[in-house]
């Protein structure tokens, strides 16, 4: 069974970076063929998505956030990473990382997150 | 960027009784609509895709429906263990968005 897990810093200092990664496991090549993503969640509010990259390396980004971000891939180690810079305390949350599975439903296809990682907490704090 | 706007933004409701959560896009989204369930201290659950499509493994007493800018998600009978916060997420277009979460409780 594919299974997703974050790893990383729990303390960030103010202005420093902030890099996470996911390693995906479960499966030989099961970076292959999906777009993987970052979703933060800060303490007690919603859900906001950070990031994806396609398995070859192409990434989209959230505008409000796309200055200070970069998302890498390493398909031979089955990893994605996360890199956010110049971080604030309003960056302090809890940290996921998410796989986008595509199918075929009413002839459209649908990228969607199927499988979650448990998520890691990132505290920005001196 | 497309706003996701859930209502309510809380609920209760007794063990058995039908339970709807309302998602509204700004803009029309197609049935680009997923739906995840949120249990405090743990990870999203996949429920829904395409707007009405059950992930597999979710029980059939979730349901989804709607197209354009209006989607529902009905629990037909809640159960003590549906006690979690709900969240829409569109994927019509980037930026991926968010809608707030309906928390749901038990009465």
């Known amino acids: 069974q594919l299974r997703l897990q974050e790893s990383g810093p729990g303390l960030v200092k103010p202005s420093e970076t902030l890099s996470l990664t996911c390693t995906v496991s479960g499966d030989s090549s099961v970076i292959t063929g999906y777009y993987w993503g970052w979703i933060r969640q800060p303490p007690g509010k919603g859900l906001e998505w950070i990031g994806n990259?396609?398995?070859?390396?192409?990434?989209y980004y959230n505008p409000s956030l796309e200055s200070r971000v970069t998302i890498s891939v390493d398909t031979s180690k089955n990893q994605f990473s996360l890199k956010l810079n110049s971080v604030t305390a309003a960056d302090t949350a809890v940290y996921y990382c998410?796989?986008?599975?595509?199918?075929?439903?009413?002839?459209?296809?649908?990228?969607?997150?199927?499988?979650w990682g448990r998520g890691t907490l990132v505290a920005v704090s001196s | 960027d497309i706003q996701m706007t859930q209502s309510p933004s809380s609920m209760s409701a007794f063990v058995g009784d039908r339970v709807t959560i309302s998602c509204r896009a700004s803009q029309g989204i197609s049935n680009y609509l997923a739906w995840f369930q949120q249990k405090p201290g743990e990870a999203p659950k996949s429920l829904i895709y395409g707007a009405s499509s059950l992930q597999s493994g979710v029980p059939s007493r979730f349901s989804g429906t709607g197209s354009g800018s209006d989607f529902t998600l009905t629990i037909s009978s809640l159960q003590p263990e549906d006690i979690a916060t709900y969240y829409c997420q569109q994927y019509s277009t980037y930026p991926l968005t968010f809608g707030g979460g309906t928390k749901v409780e038990i009465k």
């Open positions: 998410a796989r986008r599975y595509s199918t075929t439903w009413r002839f459209s296809t649908h990228w969607y997150f199927d499988l």
């Open positions: 990259i396609f398995y070859s390396g192409t990434t």
